[in-house]
């Protein structure tokens, strides 16, 4: 069983998922940050290039979006499928024109130059369903039990979808959760979605192009969506406004999450009741301590995230094989718990303290699977490598928690370390011979941090004055408070 509490602010929503008292989940989504992708537009096509087969299209956004020829989705063609059953796709040059407009959906997020890319393909998620109102076929998600079931499953819909000719159109595609959904669940949610799409359909006959048509739900609505379960005991909301919306949304949309809505009226901030406060402190954090004394280290790269395991000040069990036992055991619950907290995708490689016995690798890596079998989101595990190391993935749905909330430190350009002192007073002493050897000031004055200039009238003096007397030159010494520990100027003068 478990609580959801949500911290609703104009410029934030804040939502921790806690389970026996501890935080398992975290979703932050900011006002002025939040994203694209899901949103339907009525967009003008502005160019088509069809050196590119794309096209530029105008969405009302500060950049063009682009649309590619195979997201353009023709009637018998599905356009992820180049050449399915129809042959080549047509050039985009033949099927789009400047000035025409279109009905386009946001798949990607502007980045960087890039405007956003877009589909013709629509698609709306529902609680359960996603719904695909240009296409007829109806798709089964393949986290879904057996063939027999999705079959069963498959069954079930096309009676409740009905035919096209008795105003039964569009394909659907059944999410994870609507696996043990009843018919009349699964009805609810096709009548809400042909409701809202057609809502967009008739926006789209009255607005000019350049608007937007539909947007994809907010955090807060998705809460009642996707993350309220049976075992979802209470969801807690702190603010009046946002619990009258949520009210209203779920009484029409999923009664069932709006019966466990519940106002917070206490003084005390909602998330400091479960130090949820403290735990996204925690959660940016590099070092996790386990309750053993054991520790873990989290390191996000590039490429992927490295989880070190170590035993720390854990000397409880009976011998030493004992010991690595049970901290990699205890371990494998918190690295779980880690990820979904964190929110780490892509590669992850966990490096479990090294064990002796065969039984005690299978053991851990039992655990691991099973704490991981709790995470919504989909993740994949491999066994033990010859180097000892866990490799899994998890798969990326939105931007990790430290991504979101940090930024790489301007001082060490996200290292993670900055050159000593002495370090910096050596490149300091190498600079000013090479420019001694160009230029033929009257003196070199040298600004920098004020533990270099420290070092250089202390226990690099000597080297400072050995120097000055080599080249010639006096060398006076700066302090400048905002610099940072690697930055330092040579002025001639």
């Known amino acids: 069983m478990h609580d959801i509490l949500i911290n609703w602010s104009p410029q934030e929503?804040?939502?921790?998922?806690?389970?026996?008292?501890?935080?398992?989940?975290?979703?932050?989504?900011?006002?002025l940050e939040r994203g694209l992708v899901g949103n339907i537009y009525l967009g003008k096509v502005a160019r088509v290039l069809p050196g590119m087969q794309s096209a530029f299209i105008d969405i009302g956004l500060e950049r063009a979006a682009f649309l590619h020829v195979a997201d353009l989705h023709t009637a018998g063609q599905h356009p992820r499928n180049p050449g399915h059953d129809h042959g080549p796709l047509l050039p985009i040059e033949k099927q789009v024109f400047e000035g025409q407009t279109l009905?386009?959906?946001?798949?990607?997020?502007?980045?960087?130059?890039?405007?956003?890319?877009?589909?013709?393909?629509v698609s709306i998620a529902g609680r359960m369903l996603v719904f695909l109102p240009q296409d007829?076929?109806?798709?089964?998600s393949q986290k879904i039990g057996s063939v027999e079931a999705r079959e069963q499953l498959r069954q079930r819909m096309q009676a409740l979808v009905g035919r096209p000719e008795d105003g039964g159109g569009g394909g659907f595609i059944l999410r994870t959760n609507a696996e043990e959904a009843s018919d009349a669940e699964l009805a609810d949610d096709i009548d809400y979605l042909r409701k809202t799409w057609a809502q967009i359909r008739q926006r789209a006959l009255a607005q000019p192009a350049g608007t937007l048509l539909h947007q994809d739900l907010g955090l807060t609505e998705r809460v009642l969506r996707d993350m309220a379960t049976e075992s979802t005991q209470s969801i807690r909301i702190d603010s009046r406004l946002q619990y009258d919306r949520l009210k209203a949304f779920g009484a029409v949309y999923t009664p069932t999450s709006a019966a466990k809505l519940e106002h917070y009226?206490?003084?005390?901030?909602?998330?400091?009741?479960?130090?949820?406060?403290?735990?996204?402190?925690?959660?940016l954090a590099r070092r996790v301590e386990l309750k053993s004394g054991g520790y873990l280290i989290v390191d996000q790269t590039e490429a992927l995230t490295t989880i070190d395991v170590n035993t720390g000040g854990y000397v409880g069990a009976r011998n030493f094989d004992d010991t690595i036992f049970k901290t990699n055991l205890e371990a494998a619950q918190a690295i779980a718990r880690q990820l979904r907290l964190r929110n780490l995708g892509g590669i992850i490689i966990v490096d479990f303290i090294d064990m002796a016995r065969e039984d005690h690798q299978q053991a851990v890596l039992a655990e691991f699977r099973k704490q991981l079998a709790r995470d919504r989101t989909k993740t994949t595990v491999s066994g033990f490598t010859g180097l000892g190391l866990v490799e899994m993935t998890r798969k990326r749905t939105r931007e990790s928690l430290a991504h979101m909330l940090c930024e790489p430190c301007p001082t060490c350009q996200g290292r993670g370390q900055v050159k000593t002192a002495r370090s910096v007073c050596y490149d300091v002493l190498r600079e000013i011979l090479r420019e001694a050897r160009q230029f033929n000031p009257k003196e070199f004055r040298v600004v920098a941090s004020a533990a270099v200039v420290e070092m250089l009238l202390d226990e690099e003096s000597s080297h400072l004055a050995d120097l000055s007397a080599f080249i010639g030159k006096p060398i006076s010494l700066s302090a400048e408070p905002s610099f940072s520990p690697e930055q330092y100027d040579i002025v001639l003068m």
């Open 13 to 31: 929503t804040r939502v921790a998922l806690i389970e026996n008292g501890a935080v398992q989940e975290l979703h932050i989504e900011r006002t």
């Open 103 to 121: 009905t386009v959906q946001v798949v990607k997020d502007p980045i960087g130059t890039k405007g956003a890319r877009l589909s013709t393909q």
């Open 136 to 140: 007829n076929h109806i798709g089964i």
């Open 265 to 283: 009226r206490g003084e005390r901030p909602i998330f400091d009741l479960y130090g949820v406060e403290e735990e996204i402190a925690r959660a």
